[in-house]
């Protein structure tokens, strides 16, 4: 036993008290009734002070049965429900659904409309990354850049309108082409807006990119490499920061993608910053796009002359038989697709949207599938977030850009 007078000292050490200590790591929801979540997804954290110590997300707090309502009823009464799968960049979604089925028929829309597609796929292109970027400052603490980006976000819904005559589920294209042509003046309208939107997309860049909070919060943060997003089945911008140069618009071109000049952004680092900047440097190419297209965009129909496709004029349906008939069997019985099977994909706001679609020759879907680019990103969030501090899960969530509706299908 030490003496008085000894170099003893009563008080015990740091690891004595933790060898003493009953602790254990906290296991706590982050949603599904948490804002940055969205209301949709719940995600099972385990945490040892602040540290991320496992992670499960949980999905089912949204889910539509969005593929077997398509198959109960006719192919055209899908498009409704391909709105809602990406309701930030809907016009994406339908135009991808009708182009699988005209695939499966083999059917050529009039290159009017195939411009047309491309011009409204381009800006809710941009609407979403808008979306994206902003929301990502704004739960960092940046506003400002937040009201830019929705400033911008806001006069493409007024153009999208225009178009359509919805903000936000457009139900616009149709199989064969489109509902109907652009509006006098919409063009000129749009090109005007994008004029604006430049100075947003500025606004946004020169408020957060060169920010040292907002950097070094995103900096470093949620990193995945190239070889786990790939097995992930990552696509879109969240790929491409991995230093993938994948775009189905370059490397399975569809419409007329392949008669426009713009370049595919990538990145290397695979982390926050890089899955931000990318979505900066996409609207750039976008609006080049949409410009392009405007420009080079010929007159003519924007639906195939065939009333087994096409509903017919309205002038036929009141003065002639063949209207009439041809008018009430593709209402009631819906466009005969031959029997087969297809997949087809388009690049979507979040990356690959792929449908798998079967026929049984009748005028309602036999099968319908969509493979969803949310999916796979969200399913890879533990990998990225697992080891980092809980407040580094925000922007990682945000970047991925996690979309409800298109996750849980």
């Not at 609207?283 to 924007?302: K, L, T």
Request: aromatic letters at 8%; hydrophobic letters at 40%.
């Amino acid at each position: 036993m030490a003496q008085a007078g000894d170099d003893y000292d009563p008080t015990p050490s740091e690891d004595e008290l933790e060898a003493h200590l009953q602790t254990r790591n906290m296991e706590i929801n982050l949603g599904p009734s948490h804002p940055a979540t969205h209301g949709t997804v719940r995600l099972k954290l385990e945490l040892d002070g602040e540290t991320i110590v496992k992670m499960d997300p949980e999905i089912g707090f949204l889910h539509r049965g969005f593929q077997k309502s398509c198959e109960n009823v006719t192919w055209t009464q899908c498009i409704p429900y391909t709105d809602r799968l990406d309701y930030v960049a809907s016009l994406t979604c339908n135009f991808g659904f009708i182009t699988a089925v005209e695939k499966l028929m083999g059917v050529e829309i009039p290159e009017r409309a195939k411009y047309i597609r491309v011009i409204g796929a381009e800006l809710h292109r941009i609407a979403s990354h808008l979306t994206t970027a902003g929301a990502l400052g704004l739960e960092l603490g940046g506003f400002a850049a937040f009201l830019y980006a929705i400033e911008g976000r806001e006069l493409i819904t007024d153009r999208v309108t225009e178009l359509t005559g919805a903000r936000l589920t457009t139900n616009y294209g149709r199989i064969g082409g489109m509902n109907r042509d652009l509006p006098p003046g919409w063009e000129e309208n749009v090109l005007k807006s994008l004029v604006k939107i430049e100075q947003y997309a500025a606004e946004v860049d020169g408020l957060l990119t060169r920010n040292r909070i907002f950097a070094d919060r995103v900096r470093g943060t949620g990193v995945i490499s190239k070889d786990d997003a790939l097995d992930f089945g990552f696509s879109g911008p969240c790929l491409r920061a991995c230093g993938v140069k994948y775009d189905v618009r370059k490397n399975k071109p569809y419409w007329v993608y392949d008669k426009l000049d713009f370049e595919v952004p990538v990145a290397s680092d695979g982390d926050n910053f890089a899955r931000y900047y990318l979505r900066v440097l996409e609207i750039e190419q976008s609006i080049r796009m949409i410009r392009q297209a405007i420009d080079m965009m010929p007159g003519g129909p924007v639906m195939v002359d065939d009333w087994r496709i096409a509903l017919p004029p309205k002038d036929q349906v009141y003065s002639t038989i063949e209207g009439v008939i041809a008018h009430f069997k593709l209402v009631m019985e819906g466009v005969p697709v031959p029997v087969g099977e297809v997949y087809h994909a388009t690049e979507s706001a979040n990356g690959e949207l792929g449908w798998y679609l079967k026929s049984d020759g009748s005028g309602r879907p036999y099968k319908v599938h969509v493979r969803a680019p949310g999916f796979q990103l969200l399913s890879a969030l533990p990998r990225m977030c697992e080891g980092r501090m809980l407040a580094d899960l925000i922007p990682t969530f945000d970047t991925i850009n996690m979309i409800g509706g298109e996750v849980e299908q």
